[in-house]
């Protein structure tokens, strides 16, 4: 990551302080508190999270404040501070199966145990400016003939919860679908422990569950953008949203002195697992295959976009020809981090004042060469023409002829 170089003292403290001031803006105004950024700017707070790799709200959104809303900055500060931290423990691999749900659809069937939770999305808004919340008023009913008492309380109620199985569990009971377990990511056991991408080198080709890793921290923007192309034809896969999650599950530490797991934690999280194009061998009955993606927090569009990138990266595991960008492991894996790239085009802005005055040297005496040759191909002093009768042929230019000569 490419840092600030040493500069102008005086002129460096004097840019901090009008960033401090540009920051806070107008100071008529409130100002905008870490609470308030936190509980008004969940969506960016999340991704904040998801993609500086550190769960913790409530330094996201300070992140997001000290950054005056540049999330790719948020994110940095993020990271940056994840890497002073201790690591005591790794948690065991959490258990999905055992969510709270706040929301949870499928594509793929419309009538499932447990039913279709919408939960509090944008899916169904009709993306008009809402004029109420610049008047500082509270956002209107979606629906103006509905009173507060005749509309469903969103409160978390004592009623039990019916059980929402997996999705693809109904296809994996009839081997329609390769087993979870199948290609879960290139180990040489299920019991042998995942790779550590904050603590290893990536390296190609990369197991799945380094890939993962590494698409979990990747730049949402990136990501869309690749699993948008496999839609439009570079290595399509024809998807359906098998199921997509969010809600709350527990984070789980096995502490050796104790034996035993236990709870430190409840996180967020937004789960997609994605049904893909069946294949099918001479030995091996067709099936359909997956694609995952799971992302801190309310990352909905996210874990979508990672579950597609997801499954176009298993094209060689899978026999496919590597045809597109979303299946070529290197192009995504090696720009898909947005601190990786910001860094290195944010360098441009460092003094390159050697480099310049090389180029300009050089294109300087370029230039000069250029010119003496046009003006020598313009004298006619110093041009042999073609002989009298021969109109075909060329003629030939100082240089052409002090080589002949001396041939």
């Not at 004097?14 to 969506?43: F, N």
């Not at 996201?60 to 002073?84: H, M, N, P, V, W």
Request: charged share 25%; with cysteine; proline share 6%.
């Amino acid at each position: 990551m490419y840092v600030a170089v040493k500069g102008g003292e005086k002129a460096i403290d004097q840019a901090h302080s009008w960033l401090d001031e540009t920051r806070r803006g107008d100071t008529s105004i409130p100002e905008l508190s870490v609470a308030q950024i936190r509980q008004q700017m969940g969506l960016a707070v999340d991704r904040v999270m998801a993609e500086g790799s550190l769960y913790d709200p409530e330094l996201a959104a300070l992140a997001l404040k000290q950054a005056s809303g540049d999330a790719i900055e948020a994110i940095f500060l993020l990271r940056a501070y994840r890497t002073t931290l201790p690591r005591f423990l790794a948690s065991l691999p959490m258990e999905t199966n055992t969510m709270a749900i706040q929301r949870r659809i499928s594509a793929a069937y419309k009538d499932l145990p447990g039913g279709q939770v919408l939960g509090p999305t944008y899916d169904y808004t009709h993306r008009l400016l809402d004029f109420t919340l610049l008047a500082n008023g509270e956002r209107s009913s979606s629906s103006p003939s509905s009173s507060p008492s005749t509309l469903p309380s969103t409160q978390p109620s004592d009623e039990m919860v019916e059980d929402c199985p997996r999705v693809l569990d109904f296809l994996n009971s009839e081997g329609l679908i390769e087993s979870p377990l199948a290609n879960s990511g290139d180990l040489q056991s299920n019991d042998s422990a995942p790779a550590d991408l904050t603590r290893q080198p990536l390296d190609y080709p990369a197991s799945r569950d380094l890939r993962l890793q590494a698409l979990a921290r990747g730049d949402e923007g990136f990501l869309l953008a690749l699993a948008y192309s496999t839609q439009r034809g570079y290595g399509r896969n024809h998807p359906f949203a098998g199921e997509i999650r969010q809600g709350e599950v527990a984070v789980e530490i096995a502490p050796e002195e104790l034996g035993f797991p236990v709870i430190v934690g409840d996180i967020q999280v937004s789960e997609c697992d994605m049904i893909n194009q069946f294949i099918g061998t001479a030995t091996e009955a067709p099936r359909f295959t997956r694609g995952y993606g799971l992302a801190f927090g309310n990352s909905e569009r996210k874990a979508l976009a990672m579950a597609l990138v997801d499954r176009a990266l298993r094209a060689r595991e899978l026999g496919e020809d590597v045809v597109s960008p979303a299946q070529d492991e290197e192009f995504v894996l090696a720009h898909c981090d947005n601190l990786d790239s910001s860094g290195f085009v944010s360098h441009l802005k460092l003094p390159h004042y050697v480099d310049f005055q090389s180029e300009l040297v050089l294109l300087r005496r370029l230039r000069k060469e250029f010119e003496q040759r046009k003006s020598g191909h313009q004298n006619p002093k110093t041009n042999t023409t073609s002989k009298p009768g021969n109109l075909d042929e060329p003629s030939i230019d100082n240089e052409q002829h002090r080589e002949a000569k001396q041939a």
